[in-house]
């Protein structure tokens, strides 16, 4: 496999922050994503690129060994049990090399401890040891819902580094929140075990509710005869319309709380939020000649109390 300089393939610096990262990210997914190149298949494998990056710099510790080891970082764990340090290990070559010149390998580690260790790490024709397992990397991918879908669960397909999966989407999802699914990374090394995958969700929210968390908010005109005589509404939830009733002389910007028809609280069946609505009062226009004498007689009544 090609070495792939993950800073490059994101366009960043390595002084980029995880802001910075998941920004370029997003711009470069949205850039290369199989769906807006179809048959394109540098767009697919610039795609491919660019999650493996993202998959090593989003998480901190991974990006910290690849920031030292480069291209091996994925055995940075032997590596510091070995006692091997790549700087250490550049300065040697380069006293080696103004001394001694360099084999065609970039230096002659023969008869030192790090030959063993290489040997037992990669293998060797002649060694006959048993190479070393290797954990596959992880995946990550964005997942845009609308909230209407968001609001039952159900099952989706999405297409992860060119396979295809089928996962169960719990109702209650939230926008940005971060759910794995073991085993569906990339493929282990040597029979080691395959990465995982983390698939972050994108919600829109087209509707005329505002949620926070489990709850739901929206506004609800109230006609002017319906808010000083009270009455009874209909009112739209999430998932249909409720009758409530309305005092008598009540306020524009009262609020009322239907308990229970929010949002779908995640991993609880058959629990949700609430739904708070807010009153705005509706006035009435082109009245007809008869009403607007009414009102001037209610005016004038008011006035003389």
Do not use: C
């Not at 060119?162 to 989407?169: D, L």
């Amino acid at each position: 496999m090609d070495y792939i300089d993950y800073y490059k393939a994101l366009d960043i610096t390595k002084t980029a922050t995880e802001a910075d990262i998941k920004k370029a990210y997003r711009k470069a997914a949205r850039k290369y994503h199989p769906d807006l190149n179809p048959n394109d298949k540098e767009a697919e494998k610039k795609f491919k690129e660019i999650n493996e990056a993202n998959e090593v710099l989003s998480n901190p510790e991974n990006r910290k060994k690849y920031d030292k080891y480069g291209k091996d970082w994925k055995h940075a764990d032997e590596f510091e049990k070995a006692g091997y340090d790549p700087n250490q290990q550049q300065q040697q070559r380069t006293r080696q090399q103004s001394s001694q010149g360099y084999s065609d390998f970039g230096g002659d580690f023969s008869g030192s401890d790090f030959s063993d260790f290489f040997n037992s790490m990669y293998g060797s024709a002649n060694s006959g040891r048993t190479q070393s397992k290797y954990r596959g990397q992880d995946f990550n991918a964005e997942l845009q819902l609308d909230l209407a879908s968001a609001y039952t669960t159900h099952k989706q397909s999405l297409t992860v580094n060119g396979k295809n999966i089928r996962i169960t989407i719990p109702a209650g999802v939230e926008n940005g929140q971060v759910i794995k699914i073991p085993n569906h990374g990339g493929a282990g090394a040597n029979g080691g075990p395959n990465g995982d995958l983390y698939i972050t969700f994108l919600i829109d929210n087209n509707s005329d509710f505002k949620r926070e968390g489990n709850n739901l908010y929206a506004d609800v005109p109230l006609d002017l005869y319906t808010a000083v005589l009270g009455g009874e509404i209909n009112v739209n939830t999430f998932d249909g319309k409720v009758k409530i009733k309305v005092p008598a002389e009540t306020q524009t910007g009262t609020k009322v709380k239907l308990k229970g028809k929010g949002f779908p609280i995640y991993k609880k069946d058959n629990q949700f939020g609430d739904l708070y609505i807010t009153y705005t009062l509706k006035t009435p226009m082109k009245l007809s000649d008869k009403e607007k004498e009414l009102f001037q007689e209610l005016a004038k009544i008011r006035n003389h109390e």
